[in-house]
């Protein structure tokens, strides 16, 4: 594994210029994730509309990898049903924590996060990958508790 | 520096690297460059070999066999004390108090010092830099004793506000608990100073010298502190054992932490009565090798002699500071005038995290992030930096492949 494919040029683009980058106030809902081993802090708002989320916004400070798949999320759920994006979290998740690389089926499914798998040769960086759909989950929950990833 | 070359010869740095098994290890192909020796340093072969003897031929429980290996394992562990003392200059042997690490040691004055002499009002001074290690202990028992805790401020380059400190410094405050030197910008803190101060009011003083022992040659009795502590796992000794040295009068007049085996004198339901130093405060079987190893280590170190692996140290700090101050986009976090082994700094655009990354696939290990000190990040406006941390048997070299490893940082952030 090189760091070329971590750091792939969408990966780096999404954490130059994270889209949906900003808040949303009330009613939306807001979840905050704390990676407090190395600083990282995400705040994931959204909005729902009936079973759809709405409007989706986040402020990160945190590594490229962090703000690139919170900035990717955000592009991906925007519109979407809740249950989608539920089960395209559960993909995603269990795609970076697999003990053997995805099949092609299983990286289609993936659709835009497909970049991201290379964290799975970084162990100590699957947690930046996953914190935003973490407090994302939790926004969703409504348990708008903060969520750490240790 | 002549008169050291001339007691024990040139400082060879390359010989000296022989001596520890691991740098010879190779990490994704490439040459290990551990620069990560603040958070743990790796152990010479004197350190292994001790640990392994201690187990192979004079391993038993201490202090209670009347056998021939308890007898040796005894005399082991208290000749590891000794020379515990020794390094630090201690009055007594008792003085030494064996403890799981440094950590430990700040909770055990903490708690049995505090709980014994701290009431509601009474002043703890801490300072800005330092280890959550010790600040949370006397958060603990600010919280079951009402006292309060003042912080004295770092200026810009990360050097202690001393006008500030002499000012905190007043007749409710009771303990200064203060770094020798800062984890996170290797600030060398005046703790002379500071401890005569503090003495001018009638307070203790906790000194942690975990970032300090490696670099400095420490003399408890010309410093006239009242606490200093240190994990051996920082001094090239094994993870798992640290050494608290308190004045014997304040010791004797403390509490026991804990309670169990070895910590007493007799025991009925109605009542026990407690041994003495420094058993009293070494409840429960102790980490017997763990001190033998710590013991070898320092033995190791005076071998190549602390002040000419501070000379050394220094000239890489220096050379370090200057490479990196030469980079673009390079911040340096902790400029104080004197400062240890440690380089702390951040990159324009680029989150430490990701240089940590990117590094460690050139086999160069560093620490990203916090360092357990969180109000230092706080001072600087910085979630995190990455922290380079030189030992011993840090060459030039290594120096150069990091500024190499950092220009290939910003190779792949300026795609």
Redesign the interface.
């Known amino acids: 594994m090189e760091?070329?494919d971590?750091?792939q040029?969408v990966i780096?683009d999404h954490s130059?210029h994270p889209r949906n980058f900003g808040t949303l106030g009330p009613p939306a809902f807001e979840a905050r994730g704390n990676n407090p081993?190395?600083?990282?802090?995400v705040t994931v708002y959204l909005t729902l509309d009936g079973d759809r989320v709405a409007d989706v916004r986040f402020e990160a400070?945190?590594?490229?990898?962090s703000v690139a798949s919170a900035s990717m999320m955000t592009e991906l759920i925007k519109g979407r049903p809740l249950e989608e994006v539920r089960a395209l979290f559960s993909r995603f998740h269990a795609a970076v924590t697999a003990k053997n690389a995805p099949d092609a089926a299983n990286l289609e499914a993936l659709d835009g996060l497909a970049a991201l798998i290379g964290v799975r040769d970084?162990p100590?960086?699957v947690k930046?990958a996953t914190l935003a759909w973490h407090a994302m989950s939790s926004a969703l929950d409504g348990s708008g508790t903060t969520v750490k990833t240790e | 520096m002549n008169a050291l070359m001339a007691e024990h010869g040139a400082y060879d740095v390359a010989r000296i690297r022989g001596d520890f098994p691991i740098l010879g290890e190779r990490v994704y192909g490439k040459p290990l460059t551990y620069l990560d020796n603040g958070a743990s340093a790796q152990k010479p072969r004197a350190v292994i070999d001790a640990i392994r003897n201690a187990y192979e031929t004079e391993y038993a429980n201490v202090h209670r066999g009347v056998h021939y290996l308890s007898q040796r394992a005894t005399d082991a562990m208290e000749s590891a004390r000794q020379k515990v003392r020794d390094f630090l200059n201690a009055r007594e042997d008792h003085e030494i108090i064996f403890v799981r690490g440094a950590t430990e040691g700040i909770n055990l004055v903490a708690a049995s010092w505090g709980r014994a002499n701290l009431k509601p009002g009474d002043e703890i001074l801490l300072t800005t830099m330092e280890h959550h290690s010790n600040i949370v202990p006397w958060q603990m028992i600010r919280d079951q004793t009402g006292a309060v805790i003042k912080v004295a401020p770092i200026d810009d380059d990360g050097a202690l506000v001393m006008e500030e400190l002499a000012r905190l410094i007043g007749p409710r405050t009771r303990m200064v608990a203060v770094t020798h030197v800062s984890n996170a910008l290797g600030t060398v803190v005046p703790i002379a100073d500071i401890i005569r101060r503090a003495h001018a009011v009638g307070a203790k003083v906790l000194i942690d010298g975990c970032q300090a022992v490696p670099h400095i040659p420490v003399d408890v009795q010309a410093l006239d502190c009242d606490f200093y502590v240190f994990s051996g796992h920082k001094l090239y000794g094994p993870s798992g054992i640290g050494v608290l040295y308190g004045k014997a009068a304040l010791l004797e007049a403390m509490p026991p932490y804990q309670g169990g085996g070895e910590m007493i004198e007799t025991v009925t339901f109605q009542k026990t009565t407690y041994a003495g130093l420094p058993f009293k405060f070494e409840a429960g079987t102790p980490h017997i090798v763990g001190a033998v190893g710590l013991g070898a280590a320092i033995e190791y170190l005076g071998s190549l002699g602390l002040p000419r692996i501070a000379a050394h140290e220094h000239e890489l700090l220096a050379y370090a500071t200057e490479r990196l101050a030469a980079l673009n986009a390079i911040r340096i976090v902790g400029r104080a005038p004197e400062k240890a082994a440690i380089l702390s700094f951040t990159l324009d655009g680029v989150h430490p995290h990701d240089i940590g990354t990117i590094l460690d696939r050139e086999g160069i290990a560093v620490r990203t992030g916090h360092h357990c000190a969180q109000p230092v990040m706080d001072r600087f406006d910085l979630p995190a930096t990455v922290r380079a941390s030189f030992g011993l048997y840090n060459t030039r070299e290594e120096v150069d492949r990091l500024v190499a490893g950092l220009a290939r940082v910003q190779e792949i952030f300026r795609s």
């Open positions: 760091l070329r971590l750091y040029d780096l130059k081993l190395c600083g990282d802090r400070k945190g590594c490229a990898i970084f100590t960086r930046c």
